[in-house]
């Protein structure tokens, strides 16, 4: 059973784009919604996190939106930059487990 | 070094061999997860920590994978009579409590399993 499903597996943008990733879950009872970013060989890194109680958050270039009713949450790049090119994983957890999305292969076009 | 450390980092062995991966976390993090990476599979969960103690073993694909923690530090993931759908980068993680708690998991670089 797939508890977070993300979407698309791959996406090309231009340099200084718009980078959309979106996520869904399905179990209400999670309450901490983090985006991981994946370079090759290297081991996943925090990008950002979301908790419930809000609907937005911005870090820099990057901007999580969270729905709550419709269960959906998605990573926006903005001015997206080849150096953003890697694998991003959206997550859901709740007390002290995570479950991970399949991932997105970002590639940003020079 | 200060980060989670594992080994090793490739690892090519025969059907039906037993393997170990280690994992090292960080000082002080009393939480350690254990993930596996395939291709166009993501990250599958497979076992937690907290302490020496596995309140959440959920993931394990089946009864040829163990895991255990000693000190509340080193782990070790063993999978015995591996099989080629075994073949995967096997990712640790620690934080300082849990996951959902504390907020950011700090992974180590992988250990990639290769099995023929």
């Known amino acids: 059973q797939q508890q977070v499903k993300q979407s698309p597996q791959s996406l090309i943008v231009q340099k200084g784009g718009i980078s959309i990733i979106n996520c869904a879950y399905e179990?209400?009872?999670?309450?901490?919604f983090p985006w991981y970013q994946q370079f090759p060989g290297k081991g996943p890194a925090l990008l950002i996190a979301i908790r419930p109680d809000v609907s937005e958050k911005k870090e820099g270039r990057f901007t999580i939106s969270f729905n709550k009713s419709a269960k959906q949450f998605s990573l926006h790049i903005m001015d997206s930059q080849p150096g953003d090119s890697a694998t991003y994983f959206c997550a859901a957890g709740r007390d002290d487990k995570i479950i991970f999305g399949k991932g997105t292969r970002l590639h940003i076009l020079p | 070094g200060a980060g989670v450390s594992q080994s090793p980092s490739n690892k090519v062995t025969e059907k039906g061999k037993d393997v170990e991966l280690r994992c090292d976390p960080i000082s002080g993090h009393t939480a350690l997860y254990w993930y596996r990476q395939s291709l166009g599979q993501g990250l599958e969960f497979l076992i937690y920590f907290q302490g020496n103690s596995a309140p959440d073993k959920s993931g394990l694909p089946s009864d040829r994978f163990s895991a255990e923690r000693t000190g509340g530090s080193v782990s070790t993931l063993t999978i015995q009579r591996t099989q080629q759908e075994d073949s995967a980068v096997y990712l640790c993680?620690?934080?300082?409590?849990?996951?959902?708690?504390?907020?950011?998991?700090?992974f180590g670089e992988g250990s990639r399993l290769t099995v023929l």
């Open positions: 179990n209400t009872a999670f309450d901490y």
């Open positions: 993680a620690s934080t300082v409590h849990g996951g959902s708690n504390t907020g950011e998991l700090f």
